[in-house]
């Protein structure tokens, strides 16, 4: 049996999950992080015993887990607290009920490591962004230099030196789209630092990263999956629209998304990083100047791989398929 | 850049072609397939050859052969490559292979259609046993008022929790049922992804905006199409201009270099509830109801029109659309020619010209020949 956990809508789960049941006649359950479903959970010899809404499994029958989207999948085992009229009372149970979750969580995941192949990271956290780039640098992979500041001062030098800097969120961007209420999305992007970006800013602001900008050649996005890499080069420097951040898309002209061979130092280099991260599947975002120099800018374990599949004819939704059937017995 | 500075600046470099530009030959025009943008831009086929001496030279050495009066010319197809952002120009291309030309899809059957006019058919076997095939795409045709709105919301319950990701409709109209019943139908099936209704009594276009507002409509706003055209039978179909050929992309460009564009894991019901490649195809396999679809789909003679690639058709393969292009096995120009070119196609690669097809000699008089064996009466 295979275990997927994911969001709804997602696509690319849904073409993963069309090659498996093309290729296999494994069975699949796959739960999704935002979705309402009761769950009933027994703990008990080294195994658990799961059954969510109609889907009913034990552990020990699952070969492969598939972890692509979403936090802890199992929501609603603990019921919210109040303690009339002691609001520091319900404070203090609401975050003791949060640590047994987490507790529940942790172990959940150390036993399925154990006993199945899990494609994808633990609890669907995001690698600390300034920590892979400390990382990078010590793997001998380039990377763009960056700080971090809350003084306008520090801002203002970047702003006015030379160099070009863009600034971008420490963690990740926010990308929302709100359906209940305004029913638009919002989202940020990596943005050029200019005079304009400090207008109305006191001489100290939130704890900002900024990160010199790289004229490229062009992108890359890397997809990896254990030591098998996919890259496509996006050649978007010639658009104003997409010079610094690619995804502020040009509908008319889009960006060429194209296959490349990645020099064997940079993939093994990449290898070593993703290893030291612990991640068995996500993908790069790298930046290659007129030089040739090869920068690093992140890695993302979830990103969507969809588009560089499709445009390069990757088979990447088959390769993650092929991954997920191979401990079927 | 433009061709002029090329030529001065960059003569030593090579002109590289982005992989997803792809030239494809035919016969008067050859085209450039851009699989990114989705778009396709002929130009004489004199020009083709200097792809393969792209590949092969520099760009001062490909100057250096050309005779003077042919120089104007080749700095106007520089321009054209360029304006189009086909070609960029490199020192190495080692570093950017090919697209794969693979191709191939999780599924047995990709789309299917099925046709009603007097009688229902099993939809609820018909929806479990293509999902059992992991069917993506369904269209259902209704000719007479018996497949209504009610009918449609009916089908697009059967359809969720199945493989089947998109159903497109086209029904007959029905004075009874009002412009506001057919955006609540479609309001409430996601799973609709088209709805035509023909026989209308004006051309109009209702929009269905799921509740969203600001820039997310825009992005999930459809429109239901009424039409005062009648759909009369499945002879209506397979007709070939400008319009219908399919925006190039790496999948469908490759699938047609293997498949035929219309047929490949395409399984049909038509009227009558026989089980065809395509409703307008002859050959059945028998009543939908007796035989498993599944069953039909590993037949040999069913999967055999899939391979029928417009590379081995006459006229197709000297085409520069020939991957775009879904082309039609169901009505041929010359009938009795298993690989005659289709008959409702306007295009002439031998001149790269469009004319209606309906113009041409003995095309009415072919017509006629397809509705004399049209598989069942057809009843108004």
Redesign the interface.
């Known amino acids: 049996m295979i275990l997927v956990f994911s969001k709804s809508g997602d696509p690319s789960t ?2 993963v999950m ?2 498996i ?3 296999s006649p494994a069975r699949v359950v796959r739960i999704n992080a935002d979705e309402e479903y009761h769950v009933e959970l027994t703990f008990a010899d080294d195994d658990f015993l799961v059954r969510v809404n109609d889907d009913e499994f034990r552990l020990a029958e699952v070969s492969s887990a598939w972890l692509r989207k979403g936090g802890f999948w199992f929501k609603g085992l603990f019921p919210a607290i109040t303690a009339q009229g002691r609001p520091a009372l319900t404070r203090h149970l609401s975050q003791m009920l949060e640590r047994e979750n987490r507790t529940l969580r942790d172990h959940f995941h150390y036993v399925l490591r154990k006993r199945c192949a899990v494609l994808g990271s633990a609890h669907g956290s995001t690698p600390n962004k300034l920590v892979v780039l400390e990382h990078a640098r010590e793997l001998g992979l380039s990377i763009p230099p960056f700080s971090v500041s809350n003084l306008r001062s520090h801002a203002q030098s970047l702003a006015e030196s030379d160099r070009g800097h863009v600034t971008k969120a420490m963690s990740d961007g926010l990308y929302l ?1 709100d359906t209940t209420e ?4 919002y989202f940020t992007y990596t943005e050029a630092l200019g005079p304009q970006s400090l207008e109305d800013v006191g001489t100290r602001l939130a704890p900002s990263f900024y990160q010199q900008y790289v004229e490229k050649a062009f992108e890359l996005r890397i997809f990896f999956l254990d030591d098998q890499f996919r890259a496509g ?1 996006i ?1 978007s420097q ?1 658009d104003e629209k997409t010079k610094v951040d690619y995804r502020k898309y040009n509908n008319e ?9 990645l020099p064997q130092e940079i993939e093994h280099k990449l290898s070593l990083l993703a290893r030291r991260l612990d991640l068995n599947t996500g993908s790069f975002d790298m930046i290659v100047d007129r030089r040739g120099e090869y920068y690093l800018l992140e890695v993302n374990p979830v990103g969507q791989f969809g588009p560089l599949s ?6 990447i ?2 390769m993650i ?1 092929e991954r997920l059937i191979a401990n079927e017995r | 850049m433009d061709a002029k500075s090329l030529l001065r600046d960059c003569l030593d470099r090579y002109v590289f072609l ?3 530009c792809v030239p494809v030959e035919g016969y008067a025009a050859s085209a450039v397939y851009d ?3 989705g778009l396709i831009s002929t130009f004489p086929s004199a020009y083709f050859p200097f792809f393969e001496l792209f590949r092969a030279r520099r760009l001062r050495e490909i100057v250096d052969a050309l005779a003077p009066e042919e120089r104007d010319d080749f700095v106007e197809f520089l321009d054209f490559l360029m304006e189009h ?1 086909y070609v ?1 120009v490199v020192d190495d291309a ?9 191709w ?1 899809a ?3 059957i990709h789309n299917a259609i099925v046709d009603v006019r007097e009688r229902h058919h099993d939809y609820r076997k018909i929806i479990a046993e293509l999902d059992a095939l ?1 069917c ?1 795409h369904l269209q259902v045709r209704g000719y007479s008022k018996l497949f209504g709105l009610t009918e449609l919301a009916e089908l697009a319950r059967l359809c969720r929790d199945s ?1 089947i ?1 998109t159903l497109e409709a086209v029904l007959a109209h029905d004075p009874a049922v009002r412009d506001d019943d057919y955006v609540a139908v479609v309001s409430a099936n996601r799973i609709i992804a088209s709805l035509v209704v023909h026989s209308a009594d004006g051309d109009r276009q209702l929009v269905v905006d799921y ?6 409509a825009g992005l999930v706003t459809m429109e239901i199409q009424l039409t005062v055209k009648p759909l009369e039978s499945h002879l209506d179909c397979g007709h070939i201009a400008r319009r219908q050929l399919l925006p190039p ?3 469908t460009f ?1 699938e047609l270099h293997h498949f035929n564009g219309c047929l490949n894991r395409k399984l049909s019901i038509d009227e009558g509830g026989e089980v065809r490649n395509c409703p307008t195809m002859r050959g059945s396999f028998g009543d939908h109801r007796a035989v498993s679809l599944a069953d039909v789909v590993s037949r040999e003679d069913f999967r055999r029109v899939w391979r029928a690639r417009n590379d081995e058709i006459q006229v197709c393969r000297d085409c520069p659309y020939r991957y775009a292009c879904t082309g039609c096995r169901a009505l041929l120009e010359d009938p009795d020619a298993g690989d005659s070119k289709p008959l409702k196609c306007g295009y002439d690669p031998y001149t790269d010209s469009w004319t209606d097809w309906r113009a041409r000699p003995n095309a009415a008089a072919t017509l006629t020949r397809y509705q004399a064996r049209v598989h069942l009466p057809i009843l108004q």
């Open positions: 849904l073409d069309r090659w049941h093309h290729l789209f305004s029913k638009t999305g080069a050649f010639n002209r889009p960006n060429r998304v194209i296959p490349f061979r499709e445009k390069c004819n990757m088979a939704e088959r398929a | 982005n992989p997803d699989l990114t943008r952002e960029a080692a570093s950017f292979p090919e697209i794969s030309q693979s191939d999780p599924c047995k992991g993506q493989s990701q509740g969203a507002r600001g820039a997310a992309s790496t999948q490759n």
